[in-house]
């Protein structure tokens, strides 16, 4: 896939087929789209910037069917969890497949749970178009399937599920010590049934409780503001959980 950028409006146009490709600004032929050049004309004389898709823009292309995560929070849980090329992570619910396919594209192996049909239909297209080849995704419970992973495997456990709580009371002696559980919810009172929990047991240690805020900005000659229309504010809380 190629990403061609309109210099004159500033929109992003998606070249995935062969032959020529026409949208609103023109015409591009096909031998200048796999010329090489970096910057190539339309018919009516448009310019466009091209590009190699990377992992991002292909994600722009993932079709959507429960809420996405967002990528300000995904990349916060990398940053926080210290999860690499080497880690395992365990995930439920798998959703569209977004944070499924962000982890499998660094880490070593993804184990995804999720219980409604109708999503796995759309993760498994979704990492059919990535090509990610080291992702389980199972139609199953993970409260019922945690407890039959092996002992000390598991470096992340991300949980994206409205009762996140019942999986932190199961015995989560497949996560290494020290492995992170991080839990994404978007109400306080997810995160009270969280704390009820952990403040239970011996086990758990609860590390973090954050949001992630996204500000973009225009800037002109003179001139910077936000850019409102753009603002990402409140998405969800990330509750970030060690095993001791």
């Given at each position: 896939?190629?990403?061609?950028?309109?210099?004159?409006?500033?929109?992003?146009?998606?070249?995935?087929?062969?032959?020529?490709?026409?949208?609103?600004?023109?015409?591009?032929?096909?031998?200048?789209?796999?010329?090489?050049?970096?910057?190539?004309?339309?018919?009516?004389?448009r310019?466009?910037?091209?590009?190699?898709?990377?992992?991002?823009?292909?994600?722009?292309?993932?079709?959507?069917g429960?809420?996405?995560?967002?990528?300000?929070?995904?990349?916060?849980?990398?940053?926080?969890?210290?999860?690499?090329?080497?880690?395992?992570?365990?995930?439920?619910?798998?959703?569209?497949?977004?944070?499924?396919?962000?982890?499998?594209?660094i880490?070593?192996?993804?184990?995804?749970?999720?219980?409604?049909?109708?999503?796995i239909?759309?993760a498994?297209?979704?990492?059919?178009?990535?090509?990610?080849?080291?992702?389980?995704?199972?139609?199953?419970?993970?409260?019922?399937?945690?407890?039959?992973?092996?002992?000390?495997?598991?470096?992340?456990?991300?949980?994206?599920?409205?009762?996140?709580?019942?999986?932190?009371?199961?015995?989560?002696?497949?996560?290494?010590?020290?492995?992170?559980?991080?839990?994404?919810?978007?109400?306080?009172?997810?995160?009270?049934?969280?704390?009820?929990?952990?403040?239970?047991?011996e086990?758990?240690?609860?590390?973090?409780?954050?949001?992630?805020?996204?500000?973009?900005?225009?800037?002109?000659?003179?001139?910077?503001?936000?850019?409102?229309?753009?603002?990402?504010?409140?998405?969800?809380?990330?509750?970030?959980?060690?095993?001791?």
């Amino acid at each position: 896939m190629k990403v061609l950028i309109s210099r004159k409006t500033g929109i992003y146009y998606y070249y995935m087929e062969e032959g020529d490709y026409h949208c609103k600004e023109g015409l591009i032929k096909e031998e200048d789209l796999k010329s090489g050049n970096s910057v190539i004309f339309s018919n009516i004389g448009r310019e466009f910037l091209v590009f190699n898709a990377r992992d991002y823009d292909y994600s722009t292309k993932f079709k959507v069917g429960p809420q996405l995560i967002t990528k300000k929070d995904l990349g916060y849980i990398l940053a926080r969890s210290g999860i690499n090329k080497k880690s395992v992570v365990v995930e439920a619910g798998s959703g569209s497949g977004v944070a499924t396919c962000f982890f499998a594209g660094i880490v070593d192996k993804v184990r995804s749970f999720e219980v409604r049909d109708d999503h796995i239909k759309v993760a498994q297209g979704n990492l059919d178009m990535m090509k990610l080849t080291n992702v389980v995704l199972e139609n199953a419970d993970i409260n019922e399937q945690i407890e039959k992973e092996e002992k000390e495997s598991i470096d992340l456990l991300f949980l994206d599920m409205p009762d996140c709580h019942t999986v932190l009371e199961k015995n989560l002696y497949a996560l290494k010590s020290g492995a992170f559980i991080v839990c994404y919810v978007p109400s306080i009172s997810q995160i009270q049934e969280i704390t009820k929990v952990i403040s239970q047991l011996e086990s758990l240690y609860l590390e973090e409780i954050s949001e992630v805020i996204l500000r973009h900005w225009r800037v002109w000659e003179k001139v910077a503001r936000p850019n409102h229309r753009k603002e990402i504010d409140h998405t969800a809380f990330l509750v970030f959980i060690r095993k001791i």
